[in-house]
């Protein structure tokens, strides 16, 4: 049985939404010419791959995030260097969806997902470990269950971990019970 015509290989879909390409339809082109997707094994490739770089693509966004004091990112020259290479890849990404197959998308989409979820970890971790290694700050007494007072979830006393810094509340100094 053939799975999709290759004479008619084709880089964005132009008839909506499709369940994987089927015999009548043409093939799909992953990125190059040349590299046509024309067997079950290479689709399921196609979908293997998708879930890598959703997931790749969000650990490259929290990557800035969680060592964004580091001196890589503290240089505008290598800053720029890295967002341009981030955006490349969403882009990559982006086309690659444009695809329009449901396999494709929703394989990007859990890859995403998966690759948020992964950061989130990876950056509470790495947050707890500079904690732990560090001595306690103000910004620590007036935390309450990782709340700042201003209802915004901070870490190491800041918004984004990045130096923005929350006020912390000024109702201790007026509040009766609390003056010494």
Not at 2 to 12: E, L, T
Not at 59 to 69: F, G
Not at 139 to 161: F, I, P, Q, W
Request: glycine share 10%; aromatic share 14%.
């Amino acid at each position: 049985m053939v799975f999709c015509d290759r004479s008619m290989a084709m880089g964005m879909g132009m008839n909506g939404y499709t369940f994987g390409p089927k015999p009548e339809d043409g093939c799909f082109i992953f990125l190059y010419k040349d590299y046509v997707i024309d067997t079950e094994a290479k689709y399921a490739g196609l979908i293997i791959a998708m879930l890598i770089l959703g997931t790749v693509s969000e650990l490259l966004r929290e990557a800035k995030l969680v060592y964004c004091t580091h001196w890589f990112f503290q240089s505008d020259l290598w800053s720029s260097v890295y967002l341009a290479f981030q955006m490349g890849f969403s882009y990559t990404l982006m086309l690659l969806v444009m695809l329009f197959d449901f396999g494709v998308v929703v394989s990007a989409c859990v890859g995403l997902g998966f690759g948020h979820y992964l950061g989130r970890k990876w950056r509470r971790s790495h947050e707890r470990s500079e904690k732990s290694l560090r001595a306690p700050t103000y910004e620590d007494a007036t935390e309450t269950d990782g709340l700042l007072y201003s209802g915004h979830k901070a870490g190491r006393g800041t918004v984004n971990g990045c130096g923005d810094k929350v006020e912390a509340p000024k109702a201790l100094d007026t509040t009766p019970c609390c003056r010494v």
